[in-house]
């Protein structure tokens, strides 16, 4: 009855921690240095248009996600279409495939060499799946890898495909191969099916960050504190035991005493707070875990209808843009006026280089020419541009990052009240709803005293690689044959 617990993050994982901590009447502190609740799932605002950080599709296998994504937003979260394309030598083709769209698309030759490069790839496939090239080569041919695979995983890692692990690729799209997506074409599935393929999804009426805002006032209702604009600077330990927070804001830096602390920051910015340090090799491997980083370029355009996507995912060389979100199609709430269309042009980069330090007004002029050459708005005025910039957006799956992972997972294991969960205090690629599930598992650890490994959700219980996840069992029931 005495315990206290602070959180550092607003995100996903940091508001649902928060919530189950005040559901068992734990007093909560959570801490935020942004000045939006939400992390990389919330909803940026522009002179009323309302835009995401990424698009954020709330589909999930994992009951308890879904029941509390239904009480904190009951009707108000839409049930949507999924339209999305993608568009690579000057064609635009769907995604999941449609058959004829993609056989004209490609061209006849071009599919058999497709289907030829499929069926070597059954005969003599890679014997090890180290890397991400050797992993989809072997379940789509060499030849599909190149078309459809290889030039997008590269603008978004910013690496080679043979430098990404295998893991990767299992965690996102296990469960689809070329037969899967061929069969899903030609018969489209009723009921459930592969995650990367699903045809509908719920979504926030006004966008992901809609709901955590909501969270985070129905917190503060429950006697919890969110504390904006305020960052972390220490995380104050005796021996094995956490006892602290030190947090910097403008009115100057406050100690935060915690029983509990749970923590969604980067761990390469975790690490380094640790009062006292941790060992020299833990903090040389925390340094050595990588990240990727995007930017989204938002143009409002003088256009009532442009095209009827969700999102495009830009395969194609000639042009830097990764992906293209229509927010009108993901809600026309997010839109103000509905004789304007709203679009986010996502970019990948890292952090200081030529994307990310360029000038706003430059970003708007090359998203303007790049939509324009892509030939999504020859002769369509652009009204306005805003851009958002996210930082460790992405953790980076390299050849090194599985042993640097281990080095700082051992550490943090040791410490008795210290719990990391979500994307980023894990190191891993989860989803809004697996995040959430760690936030949830921790909390029963630290309040249950259960011995649930966070590490492993999104690789054990996992959705998108066909499983359902059943309310109180930890083994998940298979009802795909993957």
């Known amino acids: 009855m005495d315990r206290k617990a602070v959180i550092i993050g607003a995100g996903p994982a940091g508001l649902t921690a928060g919530w189950e901590l005040t559901r068992a009447r734990v007093p909560v502190d959570i801490v935020e240095k942004y000045h939006l609740v939400g992390g990389i799932a919330r909803t940026e605002r522009h002179n009323d248009y309302y ?54 698309g490609l061209g006849m030759w071009e599919s058999i060499h497709i289907v030829l490069s499929y069926l070597r790839a059954q005969l003599w496939p890679y014997r090890e799946e180290k890397t991400f090239e050797q992993w989809v080569s072997n379940r789509f041919g060499t030849r599909l890898y190149e078309v459809f695979f290889k030039t997008y995983t590269e603008k978004v890692w910013g690496i080679p495909c043979s430098e990404i692990r295998a893991e990767w690729a299992a965690q996102r799209i296990r469960g689809l191969t070329l037969p899967a997506a061929v069969r899903n074409a030609l018969f489209p599935p009723r009921g459930e099916m592969i995650k990367t393929l699903i045809e509908e999804f719920h979504y926030p009426k006004r966008g992901p960050g809609m709901m955590w805002e909501r969270v985070a006032q129905l917190l503060k209702e429950r006697g919890g504190a969110v504390h904006l604009e305020s960052e972390a600077v220490k995380v104050l330990r005796e021996g094995t035991r956490v006892t602290g927070v030190v947090v910097r804001n403008q009115v100057g830096e406050t100690t935060l005493a915690g029983t509990d602390v749970f923590s969604t920051t980067s761990l390469t910015e975790l690490i380094p707070m640790f009062d006292p340090l941790p060992p020299d090799e833990v903090l040389q491997a925390a340094r050595g875990l990588r990240y990727r980083d995007f930017l989204t370029v938002v143009l409002i355009l003088d256009e009532p209808h442009l095209f009827s996507d969700n999102w495009i995912y830009i395969h194609s060389p000639d042009v830097r843009v990764g992906r293209i979100q229509n927010f009108k199609n993901w809600s026309p709430a997010m839109m103000p006026d509905s004789a304007k269309t709203s679009l986010g042009l996502e970019f990948f980069c890292d952090e200081g280089d030529s994307l990310w330090t360029m000038t706003d007004e430059d970003l708007v002029a090359l998203g303007t020419r790049e ?112």
């Open 51 to 104: 835009f995401d950080v990424g698009g954020h599709r709330f589909f999930t296998m994992v009951p308890e996600v879904e029941k509390l994504w239904q009480e904190w937003m009951g009707s108000e979260l839409l049930l949507r279409s999924r339209l999305s394309r993608i568009f690579y030598n000057g064609r635009f083709f769907y995604y999941p495939l449609r058959a004829v769209n993609a056989l004209f």
């Open 371 to 482: 939509l324009r050459q892509i030939g999504l708005a020859h002769q369509v005025e652009i009204l306005d541009g805003v851009v958002v910039r996210q930082r460790k957006a992405y953790p980076i799956y390299d050849a090194h990052y599985g042993q640097l992972l281990a080095v700082v997972k051992n550490w943090l294991n040791g410490l008795e009240n210290f719990y990391t969960l979500g994307r980023n205090g894990l190191h891993k690629y989860n989803n809004q709803d697996h995040s959430m599930l760690t936030a949830i598992l921790a909390v029963r650890n630290a309040l249950l005293g259960e011995k649930n490994d966070v590490w492993k959700v999104n690789t054990e219980r996992s959705y998108h690689e066909g499983e359902r996840v059943s309310d109180s069992g930890t083994k998940p029931v298979d009802i795909l044959d993957a």
